[in-house]
C-alpha cells in the first residue's frame, strides 16, 4: 500500500487530454512538500517529467504539466501520442515517515 | 553528459551479502545527494537510501534499516550500497539518482538515473 495514491491504469485516445491523479495526506502532499512526476517507458529507467509541482526540465514538451492543490496532485498529458504510452509515478516527502515516497504508479495506455 | 553507471547486481543466496556500485560522471558528484531507488520485477519505485553530499545526513527506509547500508566516495564519484542478511523480497533492480534539493522546502526530487542493476535473493 503505497503512501501516495494513483489510478493504476489510465487509457485515452491519440489526441486527448489525461489528467492522473495523486492523492496523499498532511504529513506529504498536504505540507510544504512539492510533488514531482516521473515517466518510465517500458524497460527503461524512469525519467523525471515535472518537478516542484509544475515546472519542466528542459527537453519535456509541454504537453505535459502538473499541478497541486491541498492533499492532492495531478498531471495532465494533452494531445496524447502513441509514444506516451508507459508507466507514470508522483514522489514527495513524508515527514512523518522521514521518507521520500513514490506514488504506486499509473500505466497508461494510447488506445 | 551526466551519466550514472550502476553494477555489483547479481545471484545471491537468502541471509547473503552484496555490494552495489555506482559510478558518477558529467557532474559535479562531490556537491550532489544521491540515492538509491529499486523497483521489485513488476512493481512499482520505491526509496532504499538517501545519502547527503557530505555524508553527513543519511537515511533508509524501514525495512531496509540495519541491513543495507548506503555510502559514497567522493574522491572516487561513487556511490555504494551494501547489502547484508538479504531477503528475497530484496530481489529488485536498484537504479542510482541524483537528488537536487527543492528550494526553500529541504526535500528532494531525482533528476538524473542510471540504468539500473538486478539483484535476485533466490536459493
Known amino acids: 500500500q503505497s503512501v501516495l495514491t494513483q489510478p493504476p491504469s489510465m487509457s485515452g485516445a491519440p489526441g486527448q487530454r489525461v489528467t492522473i491523479s495523486c492523492t496523499g495526506s498532511s504529513s506529504n502532499i498536504g505540507t510544504i512538500y512539492n510533488v514531482h512526476w516521473y515517466q518510465q517507458l517500458p524497460g527503461t529507467a524512469p525519467k523525471l517529467l515535472i518537478y516542484g509541482n509544475t515546472n519542466r526540465p528542459s527537453g519535456v514538451p509541454d504537453r505535459f504539466s502538473g499541478s497541486q492543490s491541498g492533499t492532492s496532485a495531478s498531471l495532465a498529458i494533452t494531445g496524447l501520442q502513441a509514444e506516451d504510452e508507459a508507466d507514470y509515478y508522483c514522489q514527495s516527502f513524508d515527514n512523518s515517515l522521514t521518507a521520500w515516497v513514490f506514488g504506486g504508479g499509473t500505466r497508461l495506455t494510447v488506445l | 553528459e551526466v551519466q550514472l553507471v550502476e553494477s555489483g547486481g547479481g545471484l545471491v543466496n537468502p541471509g547473503g551479502s552484496l555490494r552495489l556500485s555506482c559510478a558518477a560522471s558529467?557532474?559535479?558528484?562531490?556537491?550532489?545527494?544521491m540515492g538509491w531507488v529499486r523497483q521489485a520485477p513488476g512493481k512499482g519505485l520505491e526509496w532504499v537510501a538517501a545519502?547527503?553530499?557530505?555524508?553527513?545526513?543519511?537515511y533508509h527506509t524501514d525495512s531496509v534499516k540495519g541491513r543495507l547500508t548506503i555510502s559514497r566516495d567522493n574522491t572516487k564519484n561513487s556511490l555504494y550500497l551494501q547489502m547484508n542478511s538479504l531477503r528475497d523480497e530484496d530481489t529488485a533492480i536498484y537504479y542510482c539518482a541524483r537528488m537536487v534539493a527543492v528550494a526553500g522546502t529541504g526535500t528532494h526530487y531525482f533528476d538524473y538515473w542510471g540504468q539500473g542493476t538486478l539483484l535476485t535473493v533466490s536459493s
Open positions: 545519502i547527503s553530499s557530505s555524508s553527513g545526513h543519511i
Open positions: 558529467g557532474f559535479a558528484f562531490s556537491t550532489s545527494d
